[in-house]
Nanobody, 120 residues
């Protein structure tokens, strides 16, 4: 199983970016997909998560600015980031809790990370 993330870049404060992540491989089902981030000198934190049923959770710091969505048919998750702030600068990682065809349930699949830099 692989998670492939894309969409990072450099944006000015107040701007927007959309991150995408697709899971591929021996996947039977995906319980949830999520985005985490790690800023320089800080621990990794959960940004947003979405279940297969569409329930969402967001970090307090991004509520009202970020939205998360997913395409179950494509095993993909998207993070729309609006009103970006310099403190949103980080490497963003996608993650999934999924069940492989073997039946094994795993939460340790991670995308390769995509850099988001918010700066004027």
């Amino acid at each position: 199983v692989q998670l492939q993330a894309s969409g990072g870049g450099l944006v000015q404060p107040g701007g927007s970016l959309r991150l995408s992540c697709a899971a591929a491989g021996s996947i039977r089902s995906i319980n949830y997909m999520a985005w985490y981030r790690r800023a320089p000198g800080k621990q990794r934190e959960l940004v947003a998560r979405i279940t297969s049923g569409g329930n969402t959770d967001f970090a307090d710091s991004v509520k009202g600015r970020f939205t998360i969505s997913r395409d179950n048919a494509k095993n993909a998750v998207y993070l729309q980031m609006n009103s970006l702030k310099p403190e949103d600068t980080a490497v963003y990682y996608c993650n999934a809790l999924l069940r492989e065809y073997t039946g094994t349930l795993r939460d340790d699949y991670w995308g390769q990370g995509t850099q988001v830099t918010v700066s004027s």
